[in-house]
């Protein structure tokens, strides 16, 4: 037996210290053999002799770990992903594929996998959350297990990443789903009415107060979000913190304590050690309200997920608009992806809203985004993609094609430079007009 043998064996024998699921697949992407700890998923005889995509119908030849090992030769770990079988579950995957490699060619492959049952309610603020990158799978793990404890939660993350998603999803997956979801933005309120809003008020506490319950009250039951919670003033986070503490409140001008049972979930969207510094977070407030934290990945720092993102803003688009716009080209794919957007989903969302009403197509095209990313910034996110190496001159070799296909690769990389089509204009030393002409005959 060669060390290449041992060294496969060895990766095996790994992938079984810790799984719910061990799968050999054959070449043809059949499985040979399945052992599972946990019967309570896949029932004994129902996979074997089945190809994967049988089993699992949401993936396809590119998306599946397991036929692309047979395909490429190469094992992959720990990829995250969320599928649906064939029994019409969705289900969280973590899988670890190697390809069993004899005489050169690829025979088999040993897939493990740690997985479990997503929640089957439909609506779920859980579902609205679509990501591809490994943090944004993690958060929606890491939601699923917060959801079921009642501590509270605070929240980071830049504007327009998400937080008060987060915060529903919390509420919707947990024990209070059935509860009020109450949300606050206390940076949108005059601090000195925020603390009649906050705690309730009765009538003649102050000209013009009439009876009426504090957010404590309404959310009683349920889940109250904070949103920048930073903006508050240090006396009524003093106020707040009290409240928190004691699980009571007092109406402005009333005598009596009243009870509240409310999960509490808060977000800043600043660094909140920085507000802390800086005095506009108090330092126990802070750590009664992050008994959990949680951080929110800015869209720029994960832009694997912007195509699922632009679907799913598409589909949300057509339904709500009446429309059947069937996606976007790949030239304005490329413009989305290449973007750093300063405004995270939330631009983004907008962006493709915008699109809407400028589209008189099927595609959303790069004329229809493009203002509107001309007016949303300048940067740019990542480097231009690596050009191909010049194919050497063979019989055959037609210089104008050649030409043209260099040309093809000078204007997506000024696209990747930039941000809109005139910046890239100027880049390449030509016209915003005769550059879309050839964007035109290239791409679209």
């Known amino acids: 037996m060669g060390e290449r043998d041992l060294a496969q064996i060895a990766s095996i024998l790994q992938l079984c210290e810790d799984t719910d699921s061990i799968l050999v697949v054959n070449k043809s992407g059949i499985v040979e053999y399945h052992k599972m700890p946990r019967q309570d998923y ?20 590119e998306t599946s770990t397991i036929l692309q090992a047979l395909r490429t030769g190469q094992a992959t770990y720990d990829i995250c992903q969320e599928i649906t079988n064939s029994r019409g579950e969705r289900v969280g995957l973590t899988s670890d594929t190697v390809p069993i490699i004899s005489n050169g060619r690829v025979e088999c492959v040993v897939d493990s996998s740690r997985f479990y049952l997503l929640d089957q309610r439909a609506g779920t603020k859980l579902d609205n959350i679509v990501p591809r990158a490994p943090a944004m799978l993690a958060l929606k793990r890491r939601i699923r297990d917060l959801a079921k404890t009642d501590s509270a939660v605070l929240i980071y993350g830049e504007t327009g990443t998400g937080k008060e998603l987060v915060a529903e999803s919390l509420h919707s997956e947990g024990a ?9 933005n206390c940076a949108a309120i005059p601090g000195n009415l925020l603390e009649g809003i906050f705690f309730g008020t009765e009538k003649g506490s102050y000209t013009g107060a009439i009876n009426r319950k504090g957010l404590f009250e309404q959310a009683d039951g349920g889940t109250l979000f904070l949103d920048e919670v930073n903006s508050m003033e240090p006396g009524l986070q003093v106020k707040l ?14 005598s009596q304590d009243i009870s509240f049972d409310a999960r509490i979930i808060a977000a800043v969207n600043e660094d909140p050690l920085k507000l802390i510094e800086e005095g506009r977070l108090r330092q126990d407030l802070y750590y009664r309200l992050g008994v959990i934290r949680l951080n929110l990945p800015p869209l720029r720092e994960r832009m694997e997920d912007v195509p699922l993102l632009t679907k799913y803003f598409i589909d949300r688009y057509n339904t709500a608009l009446q429309r059947d716009i069937q996606g976007v080209s790949e030239l304005a794919l490329h413009l989305l992806e290449q973007y750093s957007w300063p405004g995270n989903v939330r631009e983004l969302q907008n962006v493709i809203e915008g699109a809407f009403s400028a589209t008189r197509s099927q595609l959303l095209r790069v004329n229809d985004i493009e203002e509107i990313l001309e007016s949303g910034g ?15 001159i063979e ?15 000078l204007i997506r990389q000024a696209l990747a430079q930039t941000t809109s089509i005139s910046q890239a204009a100027r880049l390449l030393g030509t016209s915003r007009q005769n550059l879309k002409h050839k964007m035109q005959k290239y791409f679209l």
């Not at 896949?42 to 030849?61: M, Q």
């Not at 503490?245 to 009333?254: A, D, P, V």
């Not at 019989?395 to 690769?409: A, D, H, N, P």
């Open 42 to 61: 896949w029932k004994a005889g129902e996979t074997v002799g089945r190809h994967i995509l049988d089993l699992y119908p949401s993936l396809t030849e």
């Open 395 to 409: 019989e055959g070799f037609i210089l104008s094609k050649e030409i043209e296909r260099y040309e093809q690769s």
């Open 378 to 392: 300048t940067r740019s996110a990542g480097s231009p993609p690596a050009e191909k190496a010049v194919p050497p």
């Open 176 to 184: 209070r789903t059935k509860g009020p979801f109450i949300s606050q």
């Open 241 to 254: 913190l009290k409240a928190l503490e004691e699980k009571k409140i007092r109406h402005l001008g009333g």
